[in-house]
């Protein structure tokens, strides 16, 4: 009996270990694939909002060297020859969850997000260390990455670009890089990174056809002289919340257009590639001027960007420095016209006509604004207590108000007149 319980004992054990083993391996729950889709600051930001995606980690990949920094990237791409040494791309390696999120998905909004067909750049960032590629780490990974690139192909010969240079291979010589790039443009919002998509939507299908393009805006619609367009992006959120508080009931000087493509009309030119929705870029005579980019409901920042460009040096000192013009030299003293005083950034009314006296003090007085125009604060500068009065639209400085007016409200209301702009009724 001895034997067979010393057996019996074995058994068992090969059974625990047989168990053992099985939990000490489980299966992944997350896959890891390497793109290259230009500055990888842009790249790491654009594929971290996609939802299932769990990490996103910026490197450098793809070239002969087996350990490499960014000055080494840098220093490769400055010695360059033909048939020489590949040099390594700016990567990101995505880390998904494809219980939420497959690798189609993935690859997808890579095509989308960046212009597959320049070669050795990304938008102004040209060099081999800019180029797209996608370095897969199996034959599953390889198989997805060319039937989407044949697809994503088709889409972009029907809207009349060229043809994809993406490269598309084995993972090789991956690198970490420096721990001031991860993460950048979280750490710096305002951060330059170029990235910008075809504005051809990948098909829904390979029989989804024609592909769904944003064209570009024609220069011809447009304000040659001086013109805005907002550069937005589908499901952008902050983009939805733009639209709603500042957009909707646009009154500014300023025509405004809002774009799902990220290119500038045919003949304008962008100063720098685009990295984030939505931005707001002022072009005069097709040549962008400045840009506001990102929004997140600071209405003010965004209307004093724009009075920088709209306003003299004169009216910038009144607006947002509280300034005071010299009594007697600005304007609509003497404006007697039926109409409206509006605000020079936004447009929006701010008294009427019918209201204004003449004070004697030299400055346009009104005894009542229009409705909801104005917002009055407590000023105690130079020693004084008065009652600041600001543009509820764009937040900018018009004067103040005094208890000495005419009936029916008793309150004058004296304004700088260099930051009013008159818009007289219409006959």
């Not at 010969?157 to 060229?162: E, H, I, M, R, V």
């Not at 508080?245 to 500014?252: K, P, V």
């Amino acid at each position: 009996m001895q034997p067979l319980k010393f057996l019996l004992w074995a058994l068992l054990g090969v059974l625990m270990m047989t168990g053992t083993q099985s939990y000490a391996n489980p299966t992944p729950t997350t896959e890891s694939i390497v793109l290259g889709m230009g500055c990888f600051w842009g790249a790491e930001k654009r594929m971290s909002e996609i939802p299932g995606v769990v990490d996103v980690q910026v490197g450098y990949a793809g070239g002969d060297a087996p350990k490499v920094g960014y000055q080494d990237v840098l220093n490769a791409e400055k010695r360059m020859k033909p048939g020489g040494e590949k040099n390594h791309a700016e990567v990101i390696k995505v880390t998904f969850d494809p219980a939420r999120v497959d690798l189609k998905t993935i690859l997808i909004k890579f095509w989308e997000n960046h212009n597959p067909t320049q070669g050795n750049r990304q938008g102004n960032d040209v060099g081999t260390n800019y180029r797209s590629a996608v370095y897969y780490s199996n034959d599953a990974q390889k198989a997805v990455a060319l039937e989407t690139e044949a697809v994503y192909q088709t889409a972009l010969t029907q809207a009349g670009l060229g043809k994809i240079t993406t490269d598309i291979a084995l993972l090789k010589n991956y690198n970490v890089a420096e721990g001031y790039h991860q993460d950048y443009l979280k750490k710096n919002p305002d951060g330059y990174c170029g990235l910008g998509g075809t504005g051809v939507v990948y098909p829904a299908s390979v029989n989804a056809v024609p592909a769904v393009v944003h064209p570009p805006l024609v220069a011809a619609s447009l304000n040659a002289d001086r013109q805005l367009i907002v550069f937005e992006a589908p499901d952008c959120p902050f983009c939805a919340q733009f639209k709603k508080e500042i957009l909707t009931g646009w009154q500014s000087p300023v025509p405004i257009v809002a774009t799902l493509n990220p290119n500038p009309p045919q003949g304008w030119v962008l100063e720098k590639s685009l990295f984030a929705t939505p931005t707001i870029v002022l072009f005069e005579h097709g040549k962008e001027v400045s840009r506001y980019t990102g929004y997140t409901g600071d209405k003010d920042r965004f209307w004093q960007w724009l009075g920088y460009q709209l306003l003299t040096p004169e009216q910038r000192e009144i607006a947002f420095e509280q300034g005071t013009e010299r009594p007697f030299t600005g304007s609509h003293l003497d404006e007697k016209r039926p109409g409206t005083f509006v605000d020079p950034i936004t447009g929006a009314p701010l008294f009427r006509s019918d209201t204004k006296f003449n004070s004697g003090t030299g400055w346009p007085s009104f005894f009542n604004p229009v409705p909801g125009a104005i917002v009055e604060k407590v000023d105690n500068a130079y020693g004084m207590r008065r009652v600041e009065v600001v543009s509820a639209s764009s937040g900018i400085h018009l004067g103040h108000v005094f208890d000495d007016g005419p009936p029916p409200t008793g309150k004058r209301y004296c304004i700088n007149g260099d930051v009013l702009k008159f818009v007289p009724d219409t006959p």
